[in-house]
Structures are given as structure tokens and as C-alpha cells.
T-cell receptor, first 109, second 114 residues
Framework: GQNIDQPTEMTATEGAIVQINCTYQTSGFNGLFWYQQHAGEAPTFLSYNVLDGLEEKGRFSSFLSRSKGYSYLLLKELQMKDPASYLCACASGANNLFFGTGTRLTVIP | SQTIHQWPATLVQPVGSPLSLECTVEGTSNPNLYWYRQAAGRGLQLLFYSVGIGQISSEVPQNLSASRPQDRQFILSSKKLLLSDSGFYLC?????????????FGPGTRLLVL
């Protein structure tokens, strides 16, 4: 079976750094995606990791440890446009993405 | 550049009525196409995906069906809607590269079944 765990909610202060963790169990693991979804909107792609290590893209970084079934998304210098749900998704095979329920991030001014 | 369209944006339908949601992609050829549903408080659930015209794979048994009559057109249908069909329906596309290509989502259709 497939399972993804991520915290339901997180709160952080504007300008701070926040780390959103994701643990997963899946067969045929073929990479891990992070998406951002603002309320009422469609998800937008943030990052993809298939090898162990850290991928940095501007204020966003994503880390993967395949042996531990663990990933995190790091958001630096939080801004008031960052409140959203952050979705962790495992790729299984060529076409299947299995999504977690998302972490709702609140940013306090 | 590639764009993906979905319509309608919102829909209110009575129980037992039929459904047809349409998704089209521009700016790419032979994309992989996907239908997802996001129910309130739940994660995105893959319903169908297609790797080519007339090729549909169903992930979850349900009263919905999908068709791909043209390369860049993907349709989600139902003959009789259930209350449990309410949700946010998202179409997505990716380029088939032999691996899990990044999926890009359309704006979605919010369906309320009453």
C-alpha cells in the first residue's frame, strides 16, 4: 500500500524559516514532488527529488532521504504570499502520483 | 508555452443528473492526461489517466468514466451523479519521458451535487 504523512497545520512568522516534513511508504518509488496550493486554487509545482540530497530553488529547498522514506520542504524568508497548503506527493511508476493531505501553513505578520 | 483549460469553473447539479467536464491542453503534443478529485479535507485522489487517444486507465472504481477523443482533450463523465461526487475536480498534464514527468494542473472545476 501507499501512505504519506505530513503535519496538518503549521504556523510561522513573516521573515522566518519553516520546515515541512513528509514521510512516505510506497512501492515502486520513483521520486517525490512538492506542490503549493493556495486556497480555492489548483496546485502548482514547486520541486522534484529523485536522488538523496537537497535541491535549492530560490527561497524554496527540498530534501530527500530514500533510505528513510523522508522528505522536507524548507521555506526561507517567509512572505505574506506564502500561506497555502503544501502537498507532498510520491511518484510510483511512470504515471501515478500519490498525494498526502497537505500541510496548511499560516504566516503571522 | 503550454496552457491547460477546464470548464466549467463551478457547477451545481442535482443527484441523479449526468455530468460532463472538459479539459484541453495547448502547446504540447501527446501529453499524459490525468483527472483528480479533491474532496473537502482530503488529499488529491487520482481518478483516471491517459497516455494516448482512446487509452484510459482507471484508478478507483466509481460511477465516473473518462474519455480522450482527441490528443489534447480529456473528458470526465457520469450518467448519474451521487452526493459523494461533490468535490474539486482537477485535470493535469505531463510529458511522457519514461519517468514521472512533472504534472501541471488546470484551474479546476468545483462540483456541488445536491
Amino acid at each position: 500500500g501507499q501512505n504519506i504523512d505530513q503535519p496538518t497545520e503549521m504556523t510561522a512568522t513573516e521573515g522566518a524559516i519553516v520546515q515541512i516534513n513528509c514521510t512516505y511508504q510506497t512501492s515502486g518509488f520513483n521520486g517525490l514532488f512538492w506542490y503549493q496550493q493556495h486556497a480555492g486554487e489548483a496546485p502548482t509545482f514547486l520541486s522534484y527529488n529523485v536522488l538523496d540530497g537537497l535541491e535549492e530553488k530560490g527561497r524554496f529547498s527540498s530534501f530527500l532521504s530514500r533510505s528513510k522514506g523522508y522528505s522536507y520542504l524548507l521555506l526561507k524568508e517567509l512572505q505574506m504570499k506564502d500561506p497555502a497548503s503544501y502537498l507532498c506527493a510520491c511518484a510510483s511508476g511512470a504515471n501515478n502520483l500519490f498525494f498526502g493531505t497537505g500541510t496548511r501553513l499560516t504566516v503571522i505578520p | 508555452s503550454q496552457t491547460i483549460h477546464q470548464w466549467p469553473a463551478t457547477l451545481v447539479q442535482p443527484v441523479g443528473s449526468p455530468l460532463s467536464l472538459e479539459c484541453t491542453v495547448e502547446g504540447t503534443s501527446n501529453p499524459n492526461l490525468y483527472w483528480y478529485r479533491q474532496a473537502a479535507g482530503r488529499g488529491l485522489q487520482l481518478l483516471f489517466y491517459s497516455v494516448g487517444i482512446g487509452q484510459i486507465s482507471s484508478e478507483v472504481p466509481q460511477n465516473l468514466s473518462a474519455s480522450r477523443p482527441q490528443d489534447r482533450q480529456f473528458i470526465l463523465s457520469s450518467k448519474k451523479l451521487l452526493l459523494s461526487d461533490s468535490g474539486f475536480y482537477l485535470c493535469a498534464w505531463s510529458v511522457g519521458t519514461g519517468g514521472p514527468g512533472t504534472q501541471y494542473f488546470g484551474p479546476g472545476t468545483r462540483l456541488l451535487v445536491l
